[in-house]
């Protein structure tokens, strides 16, 4: 039997959930989209947790989108698969939990933006982050938005235009976490945090969530996100992300010429 995609465990007030899908580096595809954003959803109920800790099984947080699934996208299929990953990404800001990223290995991609979409960032020694879209032929869109205010215009520049991946402590010094610790530190780490934030009045926890919320959640940032759903179904108007995308996978050098 196949295990769950996604693993919840209760802890009073604190729910632990770890993306189950350590063989592939806890890729998103969209099963695996499906199963967190239903248990999310799930959580968020009367009697819910106040603290969801989210973590990945095996040695990876998340290591992005899956490519495999990608690859095949045509515009229409990209704007659904776009469209149900900002789904994940929205709910854990809509939710009254708040919710704890626990990052050890790689956060690329989609798995940046699950970091970015957290309320609170822990990061282990052998994290790393980046958004490598532009790698396999793709912008980065939807809650790639969310990078600018927490590590400025400048440096979310950098990532989204190079591809360049990041390790823990320049994450730090980024603003992208608020702290690192030894990997074998980190569970007991979010463990402490997740029971110090659980211990305060839930009431206050959801009216502070809802108020930070609007602090950077502005409308116009709503709108730059609902645009990256379109912006992401018109890469797939030209045959870039195949192209990139089978390159990547037979571990080949790709290069875009300029037209004459």
């Not at 704890?100 to 970015?116: D, I, N, Q, S």
């Amino acid at each position: 039997m196949d295990e769950p995609l996604v693993l919840v465990e209760r802890r009073g007030a604190v729910a632990w959930l770890t993306l189950n899908r350590p063989a592939k580096l806890n890729v998103l595809n969209s099963p695996l989209i499906a199963a967190a954003t239903h248990t999310l959803a799930d959580l968020d109920a009367e009697n819910g947790p106040r603290v969801i800790v989210l973590r990945g099984a095996g040695r990876a947080f998340v290591a992005g989108a899956d490519v495999r699934e990608m690859r095949d996208l045509d515009p229409h299929g990209a704007r659904d698969f776009i469209t149900r990953l900002h789904g994940l990404f929205s709910i854990i800001r809509s939710i009254d939990a708040i919710v704890v990223a626990a990052v050890r290995g790689p956060a690329l991609g989609a798995g940046c933006e699950l970091v970015a979409a957290c309320d609170l960032r822990l990061a282990a020694e052998s994290a790393t982050f980046g958004m490598p879209e532009v790698v396999v032929g793709m912008p980065s869109v939807i809650e790639a938005a969310l990078l600018v205010p927490l590590v400025g215009l400048g440096r979310a520049q950098h990532l989204v235009y190079t591809g360049e991946v990041i390790d823990a402590r320049a994450a730090l010094a980024w603003g992208m976490v608020s702290r690192v610790v030894p990997d074998d530190e980190l569970d007991a780490a979010a463990e402490a945090l997740a029971e110090r934030v659980a211990g305060f009045s839930p009431t206050a926890l959801r009216l502070q969530k809802s108020l930070v919320r609007r602090w950077f959640y502005t409308e116009a940032m709503d709108r730059a996100i609902k645009l990256g759903i379109d912006h992401y179904a018109q890469a797939y108007e030209v045959p870039d992300p195949r192209l990139a995308i089978d390159a990547f996978l037979e571990r080949r050098p790709i290069r875009f010429d300029a037209p004459d």
